[in-house]
């Protein structure tokens, strides 16, 4: 019937003789939970019947009149609701049973399920349909993004899971309230498929939000693809699958703006691309500002760092660096780089002169250790 996950609260089920159950003779029919008070909407709901056998039991959507789908047990003794019901719903329940004896009873119940102050919706980067087709890079982390602040960490880290095949060991870290990343402890090995879970559909966040709705959803890592920029040397080479490939003259930060050292991930490609210093605080009128149109451009952090073209350090290529942070190539190498690498492929910066990614900038994953990567999970 098409219902999201969902803490769910049972207000009554009433009959003639009791709230919760009715018995003619020796059978006797009964609905839980006793509809004495809400209940999440995960609860299993069940009818039961005692010294007779259940002929039907029929759930019903008050407001829109919708079943819900149930199984009966091979014994006709139970009958259990087989999906999840929604938030802030009521329903109906029409239990009909037969006696030992022959006597025939009906029961009529009502369940009722709570209203969340606000329901968090399980937001996935990169999402999945983009990446469908070339899949990710061995440097890409996984990340759930919610659309409400948690505050219970634990419980929700509890029904979060990513299960790599062939298996490799990884784990969760909190940017922040909304973001939960997932990384390898190593770089994911070419190949590898990924089934990403999130069962949170019923899940206390915390101060009134409930998890909207489950998710699963499948990723598939590509060849490895690692560039490493070298400040020192003012080139990159282009590692692929372990072997490099090419090699070619960058030009990075100049001491101003220095490009950030560590590891970063491409997070987006663009064959145009308008670059514009006020993204970062440096806007028209400041010194330094600048607005460009670049080609072949790679976002590698949030911070305004890309790989792309630039014909106007072409002369500074492979010997300074001049650029606003940004990994500047000729158009040749801008267009090769462009057609081979791709979202969660690695950037390897060294002696660039700047400080690490933080890893607070989207993919900034891979600038902890696995020790202090471990320490952001709540489980810890």
Same mark, same amino acid.
């Given at each position: 019937m098409g219902l999201t996950a969902c803490v769910l609260v049972v207000t009554g089920c009433t009959v003639g003789v009791s709230r919760n159950s009715v018995s003619e003779g020796s059978v006797r029919v009964s609905i839980e939970p006793d %509809?004495?008070?809400? =209940?999440?909407?995960?609860?299993?709901i069940t009818v039961r019947a005692e010294h007779g056998k259940l002929t039907g039991v029929t759930m019903t959507n008050a407001g829109t009149g919708a079943r =819900?789908?149930?199984?009966?047990a091979p014994d006709g003794t139970a009958w259990?609701?087989? #999906?999840p019901l929604g938030y802030a719903s009521r329903y109906t329940v029409v239990a009909s049973a037969v006696g030992d004896r022959g006597k025939r009873i009906e029961q009529h119940g009502e369940i009722s399920t709570l209203a969340p102050r606000a329901q968090a919706e399980p937001n996935l980067i990169p999402a999945p349909e983009s990446v469908r087709e070339t899949g990710v890079g061995v440097g890409q982390p996984i990340v759930f993004q919610f659309s409400q602040p948690v505050e219970d &960490?634990?419980? =929700? #880290? +509890?029904?979060? !899971?990513? =299960? !790599? &095949?062939p298996a490799q060991q990884g784990g969760w870290y909190w940017i922040d309230d909304r973001n939960v990343h997932y990384r390898p402890q190593e770089y994911w090995r070419p190949g590898t498929e990924l089934t990403v879970n999130a069962k949170i559909y019923g899940v206390d966040f915390g101060n009134g939000v409930y998890g909207a709705r489950d998710r699963t959803e499948r990723? +598939?890592?590509? *060849? !490895?693809?690692?560039? #490493?920029a070298d400040g020192a040397t003012e080139r990159m080479r282009i590692v692929h699958n372990g072997e490099q490939v090419k090699s070619m003259p960058i030009s990075m930060g100049k001491d101003a703006t220095p490009t950030h050292s560590g590891t970063h991930v491409i997070s987006a490609k663009y064959e145009n691309y308008t670059m514009d210093s006020c993204t970062y605080g440096v806007c028209q009128g400041d010194p330094g500002y600048y607005r460009a149109r670049e080609h072949w451009s790679q976002r590698i952090s949030t911070d305004g760092e890309f790989v792309h073209e630039n014909p106007n350090s072409v002369g500074q290529q492979g010997d300074t660096n001049v650029s606003h942070g940004c990994i500047n190539l000729d158009a040749a190498n801008a267009t090769w780089f462009f057609d081979h690498l791709g979202l969660g492929d690695v950037v390897e910066v060294v002696n660039s002169g700047g400080p690490e990614l933080p890893v607070?900038?989207?993919? %900034? *994953?891979? !600038?902890l250790s696995w020790a202090e990567w471990q320490a952001g999970s709540a489980l810890r």
């Open positions: %509809g004495t008070a809400a =209940v999440n909407p995960v609860t299993p =819900v789908d149930g199984a009966l259990t609701a087989t #999906e &960490r634990a419980a =929700v #880290e +509890r029904r979060l !899971s990513v =299960v !790599s &095949r990723y +598939r890592v590509h *060849d !490895s693809w690692i560039a #490493e607070w900038d989207l993919y %900034g *994953d891979w !600038s």
